[in-house]
């Protein structure tokens, strides 16, 4: 019987798909260490990992039986990817799924940051309020305004769809003009210097690459407006925090919301002081739906490894090049 080590406990719609495998499961309430990760994938035929979890060149050769990588994650950039396919070890990972949702939780975000939602909250939790102000916790209109969009995959999309409700005008950025979406969308596409001084709205939609890494600093934020925001949901890494910390406590923009973090789970304590940004916990995925559907794929793509075939979610195909060890 083949054996999976699952690096965190899934939703119970994908484990039902496995429950015929011998599972060992971890079960913290904090990510496993490596130490942990080497032990569970000892003479495993399959792992579930997390997008937080490092799969380095130590844990692909630590299991001899090891026939494939299931990501739980729309990306797969913490898995060593060219040496899992040297080892015949296919790689997957889950698209597509979570786009809509992240598309919702982005406008949270959006929504959240220029009414100051969370301020007033807070205000409401500790009695503070005294009754209606002309001047009480005044924000931005979202409506009318001008959106930048830096990434236009299908998240990108997603959110620009749900800008035109709000009557926004948007640009975007990206590696290549989509002259058939910017119809649909009445999307304008333009380099990222225009983007980022014309844009009230900037929100982050792009992989993580060499590309991309601190894709926004210091330059980048003085470019912006100052009445600008900034919204990543995309990963923590595109953002240069120091450069974040500087720019929304020097007033170089008006403010942020973030759902990833560069140096996640761990938060700079600088940023949990500032007033003007929002902060979630990685949860742009994070609906009964979506989760859901998630953990069915990364199992449905564990079965079809077994069976010898081409998982529908697979990265790395030229891995069946080589026979499974």
């Known amino acids: 019987m083949e054996q999976i080590y699952i690096t965190r406990r899934l939703p119970d719609e994908g ?3 496995l429950e015929k495998y011998d599972l060992d499961i971890y079960e913290g309430d904090i990510p496993p ?3 942990e990760i080497l032990r569970g994938i000892q003479e495993k035929d399959a ?18 039986h090891l026939k494939i990588i299931a990501n739980y994650a729309v990306g797969a950039d913490n ?4 040496r899992a396919t040297k080892k015949g070890i296919l790689v997957t990972n889950t698209p597509g799924v979570l786009t809509e949702t992240t598309a919702d939780l982005t406008w949270a975000l959006i929504l959240a940051i220029a009414r100051r939602i969370i301020q007033g909250d807070d205000m409401m939790r500790k009695r503070k309020f ?12 979202v409506h009318k305004k001008t959106l930048g969009i830096i990434g236009m995959g299908e998240i990108g999309r997603a959110v620009a769809r749900r800008a035109k409700g709000f009557d926004m005008s948007i640009l975007y950025h990206n590696r290549a003009r989509d002259r058939k979406n910017e119809k649909k969308l009445n999307a304008s596409f333009v380099d990222l210097e225009t983007l980022l001084a014309d844009s009230d709205f900037i929100t982050l939609h792009v992989p ?10 210091r330059n980048e934020f003085k470019m912006m407006k100052k009445s600008a925001y900034l919204i990543n949901t995309s990963r923590g890494k595109c953002v240069n925090e120091t450069a974040l910390i500087q720019a929304l406590s020097k007033g170089w923009i008006q403010g942020a919301a973030l759902d990833v973090f560069e140096h996640e789970p761990q938060v700079s304590s600088r940023l949990v002081e500032l007033p003007n940004l929002v902060l979630a916990p990685h949860i742009g995925s994070a609906s009964h739906e979506t989760r859901g559907k998630m953990a069915i794929m990364a199992a449905e793509n564990v ?6 075939e081409i998982p529908p979610n697979c990265v790395n195909p030229d ?7």
């Not at 993580?208 to 600093?217: A, K, S």
């Open 303 to 308: 079965l079809a490894a077994f069976r010898g």
């Open 33 to 35: 260490s490596k130490k």
């Open 79 to 82: 898995i060593d990817i060219s």
């Open 47 to 64: 792992l579930i990992c997390l997008l937080t979890d490092p799969i380095d060149k130590d844990v692909i050769d630590a299991s001899p």
């Open 319 to 325: 891995a069946l090049k080589k026979e499974f060890k």
């Open 208 to 217: 993580l690459t060499t590309e991309t890494y601190h894709l926004i600093g």
């Open 15 to 17: 484990l039902r798909l």
């Open 130 to 141: 005294k009754g209606w102000a002309p001047k009480l916790l005044l924000g931005q209109d």
